[in-house]
C-alpha cells in the first residue's frame, strides 16, 4: 500500500513538470489583452463617429466648477460691484482661515495689513499697489470677489488657486483689513 502511493505522488510529481517547457510558450488567456492594436493617434479607427466623441457635451459644467456669470470687462467690474454679495452668512465666515488664505496669496503684495506695503513693495519690484483706504478707492465685497476670480491690472487671476468658498473668506478678510485701517 505504501509503494502504491509513493508511486501515485511520483506520477503526478512527473506529469507536473514535463506539461512544462521552457521553449514553448504559454497559452494566452484572451490574447487581445495583451497584444492591442495600434492606432493612428485621431485616426478613424479610434473613433468611428468623429473627433466630437471627446468634446464635452454642449452647456456641461465640469465637476466642482461653478461658473461666474460676471463678465472679465470693465462694466462687469462695475456690475459686480454694485450688485454682488457675499452668499456667506455671519457663521459661515472664518476670519483666521481668510487671514491664512491672504497672507499666503495677496500679503506679499499687498501687505499684511492692507497697506500695499509687501514684501514684493518694499523691495521694489512691484509698485503702484495701493492701500484698501485711499480715497476714492470703494472697495467692496463684489469687486473685491470680482478681481480676485479675473485678477486687474498687473495682478493675476486667483480663480484657480482658491475656490469659490475660500474666496469669499478672502473677500471678508479684505472688507475688515479696510475697516481697520479706516479706522
Not at 478613424?44 to 465640469?62: C, D, M, Y
Not at 486667483?158 to 478678510?173: G, M
Request: net charge neutral; proline share 4%.
Amino acid at each position: 500500500m505504501k509503494g502504491l502511493i509513493k508511486i501515485l505522488v511520483l506520477a503526478v510529481v512527473l506529469i507536473a513538470v514535463s506539461c512544462k517547457k521552457d521553449t514553448a510558450p504559454n497559452y494566452q488567456f484572451m490574447p487581445n489583452m495583451y497584444q492591442s492594436e495600434g492606432y493612428e493617434t485621431y485616426g478613424e479607427a479610434a473613433f468611428p463617429n468623429g473627433i466630437e466623441a471627446q468634446l464635452p457635451a454642449q452647456g456641461s459644467v465640469a465637476r466642482g466648477y461653478i461658473p461666474f456669470d460676471i463678465e472679465n470687462t470693465t462694466e462687469g467690474y462695475e456690475l459686480a460691484k454694485a450688485t454682488l454679495m457675499s452668499p456667506l452668512d455671519s457663521t459661515q465666515v472664518n476670519l483666521e482661515r481668510g487671514k491664512k488664505l491672504y497672507d499666503i496669496y495677496c500679503g506679499i503684495c499687498h501687505g499684511n495689513k492692507g497697506d500695499g506695503q509687501g514684501k514684493l513693495v518694499k523691495r521694489e519690484k512691484i509698485l503702484g499697489i495701493p492701500s484698501y483706504d485711499d480715497a476714492g478707492r470703494a472697495i467692496t465685497a463684489g469687486s473685491t470677489y470680482h478681481t480676485i476670480y479675473y485678477g486687474k491690472n498687473a495682478m493675476g487671476s486667483y480663480a484657480n488657486q482658491l475656490n469659490e468658498e475660500e474666496r469669499w473668506q478672502v473677500v471678508s478678510y479684505v472688507l475688515k483689513l479696510k475697516a481697520d485701517l479706516e479706522k
